[in-house]
């Protein structure tokens, strides 16, 4: 399956002093999917030499990224500040690269305890020879799901299952991955507007009142956006706005 490839990917991206060790042989009682798609790779049941683990993470290079952010945080953040940019009537400023690494880094922070999780269930089990790496991945696509359980919409999940035509599912664990996906960025890309949407108010109203003062006094000739940037960046500044959005957008996590 997609989700255990990319946490298999994930766990080895955290795990690479464990790379330089042989990892401990599959227990005879994971004859899940993943276990029998690792035995064909290795062959006979043995367990993916180094080369071999090496050879499937850079394989999975392309793709990781993209993928991984997907399933954390980050989507919700981006959306939320490039909204914010074109709220304030900027076009390269900040700049997407400074706009992408601020949502990076406030991702990491809000998946802190997610990663400490992996970390300490996953990762360290695994470097010490304690767990196979199979069940390493299913720890770590553990934890994913939960995060992404709590910031998922109702609505969102049962679109979907209707669309698949699941059967109900007795518990959030029970969601598999190929429902839960779509789900969940549908999920983040509704709440990501509905943000923008509060912040853009305020702005809003400052174009409004500029535009009429300028037509009032007969000045339609002068674009309203040069005279009302300088009040926004002023009101921005005043309200402490990049500490404010993103303290709202952590703490929105908070409460899924």
């Known amino acids: 399956m997609i989700w255990a490839l990319l946490a298999l990917a994930f766990l080895l991206l955290l795990a690479v002093p464990a790379l330089a060790q042989t990892p401990p042989p599959a227990t005879a009682g994971q004859g899940q999917a993943l276990d029998r798609a690792l035995s064909t790779i290795s062959g006979n049941g043995r367990p993916l030499s180094l080369s071999l683990q090496i050879l499937l993470l850079m394989s999975l290079l392309t793709v990781l990224p993209s993928l991984v952010l997907m399933m954390t945080s980050f989507t919700r953040i981006i959306i939320v500040l490039s909204l914010l940019r074109q709220a304030l009537g900027l076009q390269q400023t900040p700049p997407n690269q400074v706009l992408v690494g601020l949502a990076l880094f406030l991702s990491l922070f809000v998946m802190r305890p997610y990663i400490d999780q992996i970390n300490a269930t996953a990762y360290q089990p695994y470097g010490a020879g304690q767990i196979p790496i199979e069940e390493a991945v299913k720890r770590s696509g553990t934890v994913f799901h939960e995060f992404m359980t709590r910031q998922t919409r109702q609505t969102d999940l049962k679109l979907f299952a209707d669309m698949a ?69 002023l009101l921005f500044v005043l309200v402490d706005g990049w500490a404010l959005t993103m303290g709202s957008l952590a703490a929105s996590f908070a409460g899924g």
Do not use: C, H, N, Y
Request: hydrophobic letters at 60%; zero cysteines; proline letters at 10%.
């Open 165 to 233: 035509k699941a059967p109900p599912f007795a518990r959030a664990s029970d969601i598999p991955f190929s429902i839960l996906l779509p789900a969940f960025v549908t999920s983040e890309l509704k709440t990501a507007f509905q943000i923008g949407f509060l912040i853009f108010l305020p702005f809003l109203i400052i174009d409004l009142v500029v535009a009429s003062t300028l037509m009032a006094l007969g000045m339609m000739m002068l674009s309203p956006s040069i005279i009302s940037m300088p009040f926004k960046l």
